[in-house]
């Protein structure tokens, strides 16, 4: 299948409804070059919010990065407080030190199954400070960030606990 702007898109060899595109550069991460996923775009209602979420997120750049910063950065520190600074918790004083101990690993992009039904986009990476769940960065509609937390499979927080929609935050 087709689909701009990503190109080729290839059946997930574990998901039979989620289709996989090759490493394609991304603005918000530097240039680094991942596979998207796209999960359930074949029966999905509207395909074109699938479309305008990618190519928001392709627009976002090293300015988004940075205004991100501060939300991983609290991540980071929550995490420090929980597990204390032990051998496994790098040492990070500055939000924008942030990004070395994050690796990006590959972009997931899906409509939330309640509520408002967007579509987001989610960054999963590996990051020095959580070696077992991870991070993820989510934006709905791909440009709005919405919430930064370890990989839960929750797109925001109101749904991770279950909370009124009025109550969702990035956290």
């Not at 701009?4 to 918000?28: N, Q």
């Not at 990618?54 to 976002?60: D, E, N, Q, T």
């Not at 509609?141 to 839960?152: C, I, K, N, P």
């Amino acid at each position: 299948m087709r689909f701009e702007p990503l190109g080729e898109l290839t059946p997930d060899e574990h998901v039979c409804d989620w289709l996989v595109s090759a490493p394609f550069p991304i603005p918000l991460l530097d240039g680094v070059a991942l596979p998207f996923t796209l999960e359930n775009l074949p029966e999905d209602p509207a395909p074109d919010d699938f479309v305008a979420a990618v190519r928001s997120f392709l627009s976002l750049d090293a300015h988004d990065r940075e205004r991100a910063a501060p939300h991983v950065f609290d991540n980071y520190r929550q995490v420090a407080l929980d597990w204390g600074l032990s051998s496994h918790v790098p040492r990070i004083r500055r939000s924008q030190d942030i990004w070395s101990a994050v690796h990006p690993a590959e972009i997931r992009v899906s409509r939330r199954h309640r509520r408002d039904r967007k579509v987001y986009v989610q960054v999963h990476a590996e990051c020095d400070w959580e070696p077992e769940h991870g991070l993820q960065l989510v934006y709905r509609d791909g440009g709005a960030l919405s919430r930064v937390s370890e990989q839960d499979g929750h797109l925001t927080y109101t749904d991770a606990f279950d909370l009124p929609e009025a109550e969702d935050r990035i956290r």
